[in-house]
């Protein structure tokens, strides 16, 4: 098929078709226009709506590169670690601060390429502060494979689902765009002018109409925006993926592992419904507290058996497995029940052993006794926890919740009409129990994130505060920490792989030299 300059004769025949009805309208409406003699009247209705639309564009100011964030600002899925989320600054920044696009530049590939070089630059420093400054040294292969095509791969689905047209236009009739607008934009010049010679008049109001046409132009450029943020957006996405380790399997891997679980975790937004979305990973749950706490008192508490010791956690002595089921869900929970301290000393094998339980938890039960003032043991466990994590900075620390028990012995000690309401205390007993939490949360400030408070003795056996109080929080908190648990086992699996395809390579390798 013959082609006019890059437009095939199919488009244009395609257009005229589209085109013709409009125009024979509005060629109907001209002559009828031009019979009826009201020529004069319509004309002067053209310069107040150009005069309004220059105003308005005057006190409206255009959209501006950096206000044109796609949807909202970028949001750390339940998976990412606190490293991850605070590289979404780095983005926002980037795409608040680049330079503005247009339909001339939208099309220009080094824009693209340098974009991408300049913020991948600023990622990298994030990651790697402490590494040389060749950036891409810490990268393999796959990574930068996997980053370009997950990145294209969903600006792809995109542009499908919101550009009309760009699965049939070609790059050659895009990069036409700004010569067909600036041809039609002749073809107005030309038709307004011609207009003029039956109402001269018109002439005068000729700057005000250019001035009113820049809406279209205007509208179009702030589209472009926010493709370009789109881009940004995407690209971000995946580099912080990139650094972080997740790529090192490849696209297809990172899809099937983290694909569904975080649209489900984000659909979800916190429902307890993600329990049942997400893939069938137990979730590990670390009791920990001082002597006497009453860990394991809460634990007897929550799985209703004494007797429910299943093993011994490896590799150490002490740290006891039990295995529970949230009421109304299949989701699978390993609770740890770790050896006790004190103020006074932490023997180094109970260390060792606290320190394997943490690595192994998603979600942390700080237990604490609401009689007990002395909290340095525990802020302590808190920093180390912390000073663990931070060596292991791709994965996602556990949420630490505190479970306040023996709240029957705070004042009034003889009082126990539960339920109490602590969070809008209106009895002396509520108010005891508030200012016990309000102690631990200047202790502990934003290291907690949630609290329970609970009875765990023997005085009161039909007691639910259990059940009414902590299985709620943790069904709250239990998405992040199912997140952590598939992040830990990605992170194994794919060390798992690594080594036998390693393996398989070396394998190989002699088979060839053999031959």
Not at 351 to 365: G, S
Not at 425 to 454: D, N, R, T, W
Request: aromatic share 8%.
């Amino acid at each position: 098929m013959k082609l006019i300059g890059s437009i095939s004769l199919r488009m244009i025949v395609l257009f005229l078709l589209w085109s013709l009805p409009a125009i024979f309208y509005v060629g109907v409406g001209l002559v009828a226009i031009h019979r009826l003699g009201w020529w004069h009247w319509i004309v002067w209705t053209l310069p107040p709506i150009w005069v309004s639309a220059w105003l308005i564009g005057r006190v409206w100011p255009p959209t501006k590169l950096k206000n044109t964030y796609e949807g909202k600002p970028l949001t750390a899925p339940s998976f990412w670690t606190p490293r991850d989320a605070a590289a979404i600054e780095i983005i926002e920044d980037f795409r608040s601060s680049v330079d503005d696009v247009n339909a001339t530049t939208i099309g220009d590939v080094d824009r693209y390429l340098g974009d991408a070089r300049k913020l991948a630059e600023r990622l990298a420093k994030h990651y790697h502060a402490d590494e040389s400054d060749d950036l891409i040294h810490p990268l393999t292969f796959v990574e930068l494979l996997a980053v370009i095509h997950l990145a294209a791969e969903d600006l792809e689905e995109w542009v499908l689902g919101n550009v009309p047209g760009a699965d049939v236009a070609t790059v050659g009739q895009i990069r036409m765009v700004p010569s067909v607008v600036n041809a039609i934009d002749i073809a107005q010049k030309v038709a307004y002018v011609a207009s003029a010679i039956l109402n001269p008049a018109k002439l005068a109001a000729y700057p005000l109409w250019r001035k009113s046409g820049r809406v279209t132009v205007e509208l179009q450029n702030e589209l472009i925006r926010k493709f370009y943020q789109r881009f940004l957006r995407q690209l971000g996405f995946y580099l912080i993926e990139m650094y972080s380790g997740r790529l090192q399997g490849g696209s297809k891997r990172y899809r099937d592992q983290f694909g569904t679980m975080t649209a489900a975790v984000q659909a979800a937004g916190g429902n307890a419904q993600v329990i049942d979305e997400l893939q069938d990973m137990p979730t590990t749950i670390a009791v920990m507290g001082q002597v006497k706490a009453g860990k394991s008192s809460l634990i007897n508490a929550l799985i209703a058996d004494n007797q429910a010791t299943t093993s011994v956690l490896p590799e150490t002595r002490e740290v006891k497995r039990y295995q529970y089921k949230l009421p109304e869900s299949s989701n699978s929970i390993t609770l740890l029940d770790t050896p006790g301290y004190d103020e006074a000393d932490v023997t180094k094998s109970q260390r060792k052993e606290i320190e394997t339980a943490v690595i192994e938890a998603d979600i942390v039960l700080l237990v604490l006794a609401a009689n007990v003032t002395a909290r340095q043991a525990d802020k302590h466990l808190v920093e180390e926890l912390k000073k663990i994590y931070a060596k292991k900075s791709e994965l996602r620390p556990p949420t630490i919740l505190a479970v306040v028990t023996h709240i029957d012995l705070l004042r009034p000690v003889r009082e126990w009409t539960p339920p109490y309401d602590w969070r809008t205390p209106h009895s002396l007993k509520e108010e005891s129990i508030a200012a016990s939490v309000q102690y631990m949360q200047e202790i502990f400030g934003g290291s907690i994130a949630g609290y329970a408070c609970v009875y765990t003795g023997d005085t009161h056996p039909q007691d639910s505060s259990v059940v009414d109080e902590l299985v709620p929080l943790l069904v709250e908190h239990l998405d992040h920490g199912h997140a952590a648990a598939i992040l830990k086992a990605f992170y194994k699996q794919l060390s798992k792989e690594r080594f036998q395809k390693l393996s398989r390579q070396v394998l190989g390798l002699l088979k060839t030299i053999l031959r």
